[in-house]
């Protein structure tokens, strides 16, 4: 089976910070059928942040029971070799938030996006949050610009394209998110997903449902149609649904 959760934003017990995804993230655990899987994780986006890491192993690790491990891109010279023994030793790949646009600069210049996309079909789960959570779609809705200006616009930053949608993090989170959206949609075919923080987008091959850690926290299908624009609140359901259905206008 093929497996995905996006994660629209939410904290994992960082200091200072509670942890707010447990939820979503027993849920990731639970698709690998394993009591400890061996989580790797991999903060590109946050230029390899040693203390980004030190949290994952508390959280995943030392609460969660898994076995963590860390894939350095920009620290570490590593062979491609050694790159695809970590990604494809892995029960659950978990992508950390930062900047999108580097991130995936870093990965087609490694062809870390080629390596994920045959992890995908080993059936490895793939998950990740802000960050890791657009890097498994189309196209994502990202402040990238915004780590060397704060002023600086949203872009459209191309993902690996394995969910054909636009997906948009941090929606309830970050008040420009909905406006910018709007705007970029407009220009932009088929429709997007907007995740809230602790919300995720959980896919099982062609079937989907949405999981969150707090229940005021929503999912939304975003799309215009005949100059009319519309946001919808995504149905959270127990069971599975059909993800064509959820990716047509």
């Known amino acids: 089976m ?6 629209g934003g939410g904290e994992i017990g960082r200091p200072g910070f509670p942890v707010e995804t447990t939820r979503i993230d027993k849920e990731i655990i639970k698709l690998t059928g394993k009591k400890n899987p061996k989580l790797l994780f991999i903060p590109t986006a946050s230029a390899d942040s040693e203390s980004y890491y030190s949290t994952v192993e508390k959280h995943f690790g030392k609460r969660l029971g898994c076995k963590t491990d860390v894939l350095h891109l920009i620290k570490d010279a590593l062979s491609r070799k050694e790159i695809e023994d970590k990604i494809f030793k892995s029960d659950i790949i978990y992508v950390g938030g930062g900047n999108t646009l580097k991130m ?3 990965w087609r210049k490694s062809k870390v996006d080629e390596i994920l996309l045959k992890a995908y079909g080993k059936g490895i789960v793939l998950s990740g949050i ?3 959570s657009i890097c498994w779609f189309k196209f994502g809705n990202s402040d990238s610009k915004k780590f060397i200006d704060p002023n600086a616009s949203l872009i459209k ?4 394209g394995l969910i054909n949608a636009l997906n948009c993090p941090h929606y309830d989170f970050e008040a420009y998110r909905k406006v910018d959206l709007k705007k970029m ?3 932009t075919s088929g429709v997007a997903i907007a995740l809230d923080n602790c919300c995720a987008l959980e896919i099982i091959d062609d079937k989907y449902k949405i999981i969150t850690s707090k229940k005021t926290a929503n999912a939304y299908k975003a799309y215009w149609k005949r100059n009319k624009y519309y946001e919808e609140i995504i149905k959270k359901e127990k069971e599975l649904k059909p993800l064509n259905q959820l990716l047509s206008k």
């Open 104 to 106: 995936m600069k870093i």
């Open 157 to 160: 930053v191309a993902g690996l």
């Open 130 to 132: 802000s960050a890791g």
């Open 2 to 7: 093929k497996k995905i959760i996006a994660i």
């Open 185 to 187: 949609m407009k220009k």
